[in-house]
């Protein structure tokens, strides 16, 4: 090592020294710049080699980020990263820079000129000029398109979400799809903490996520629940047709954590299970737009088929412009009021004699497990329906694939097989509440909520996928008995859901008519 020059120390350049490689504080020889090298990605030992060299030159390097700090030189992190790192620092340098204006003022032996290539991306450290976002508190009252500008964020929120549902904490599963559907619907990617201000749905926890990717590039939470065995079990074992969380669970403490485990219990497995067991390959993987609109195009056929003039929507997520899905939903009404009654039975037995579905549940027979927060009363069924692959479609009419094809299925791998299973949902629901069904099932699920809930909160309004009430105008007397409760104001939501949706009932005449 080459010792320093010493110095004189001059007491009125106190603020402005450095400290030379013996310790020793020297008057530094650019007093409008005081460095600070970020430890973070460029590594200790690397950064502790730099600031003596830099001290060597005479530039004074500091320790520790302080309000006298004037550069800040990071390598290999973005501005963003940067700025994200100093919003938990409170202190805010005039100058974020690359690594290369600090080798090239190192080479030169003085401060370069800083010029746009030193500067770190993006680099806008006032705070006025870092856009704050601002969104509604209501999804149902945000624009969000398509174009996800945070899908980091959001996967790993999701992902929690996931989780939290998947353990049956419904709580925390909305609460962090209210944070993601936030992020969701914001018209930039969060770069700071601080453009998160204000932004409504983002608890302590949620917020806790975005600032570790914001610093560390993952969510730490995220990644671990990834790797954790409970949630890859809880996944393998839901990702079966008619297979909830709750099964999944007894299941997993029964020590049974993938589908070969399953298999080898011989646990007994309801029809629907069974079938999903069978198709667990093509039922988990996406559906795309493509292969849902040729199955429009056989269930619409079958529709019109036994009831000439019946009309057929594609609802969920495809109506929502989602380019894949996990299954097909189709709303299905007739025109003339009454006509559908009865409909979904001829419906799943022209399809299947067809056989075009593999299996069907209408819900009122075996349907597999339903969440217990849904109170739709309309005539469901779940089906697995067998779409012929795209080079046989066209040629190969429905009619001609034959349970042959599970056989095939059974005995040779899978891609010899001319067709794939898909999930496919229909609704049927009478003309006078088709708009109320249509908006109910389009989704998403957390839209559908937040709209609910703002009708109910805001509005003071009830809407279910059969009705939009004005809650003034319900009586007690419309709601029912009081056995449960003294009012249809203090009724629980789901108790008064469930009354408003027997009071909507196609089977029951009220005197008051939907808005
Ligand atoms: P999906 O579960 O099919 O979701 O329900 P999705 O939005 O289409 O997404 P993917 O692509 O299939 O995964 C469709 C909509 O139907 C309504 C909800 O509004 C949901 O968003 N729905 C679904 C109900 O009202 N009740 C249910 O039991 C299920
Ligand atoms: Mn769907």
Known sequence: MVPLKRRKLVPSHAGNTGTNLSGEKVPAKFPQVVLFLLERKMGASRRAFLSQLGRKKGFQVEEMLSKSVTHLISENNSGAEVRAWLDSQDQKPAHLLDISWYTESMREGHPVEILDRHKLQDQR????????????????????????HNTTLTDALSLL???????????????????????????????????LRGLPCLGEHSLRVVKDILENGASSEAESTKQSGRYNALKALTGIFGVG????????????????????????LNRAQQAGLEHYDDINQPVTKAEADAIGEIVERAVVSVLPGAQMSLIGGFRRGKLTGHDVDFLITHP????????????????????TTRNSYLESNDGPARPASNIDRFERCFSIFKLAKEEKRGATQPETLTENGVQILQTKPARHKPWRAVRVDL?????????FALLGWTGSKLFERELRRWAGHEKAMSLSSHALYDNKQISESDVGGGD????????HPTVREERLTRLLSPYRRTKRSPI
């Open 125 to 148: 450290i006032n705070e006025a000029e870092v856009e704050v976002f601002s969104v509604p508190s209501y999804a149902c009252q945000r624009r969000t398109t398509l174009d996800n």
């Open 336 to 355: 003339e009021e009454g006509r559908e009654v009865g409909l979904m039975p001829k419906v799943v037995a022209r399809l299947e004699s067809q056989k």
């Open 161 to 195: 979400a996931e989780n939290a549902e998947l353990s049956d904490e419904e709580g925390r599963g909305v609460a962090f799809r209210r944070a993601a559907a936030v992020l969701k619907a914001l018209p930039k990617p969060v770069t700071s903490m601080s453009q």
């Open 427 to 435: 609704v049927v629901s009478p003309i006078s509440q088709f708009a």
């Open 484 to 491: 449960i409760c003294t009012s249809w104001f203090g009724v």
């Open 245 to 268: 969380a709750k099964t999944a669970d007894r299941w997993i403490r029964e020590g049974i954590r993938s589908l070969q485990q399953l298999q080898d219990s011989g646990q007994t």
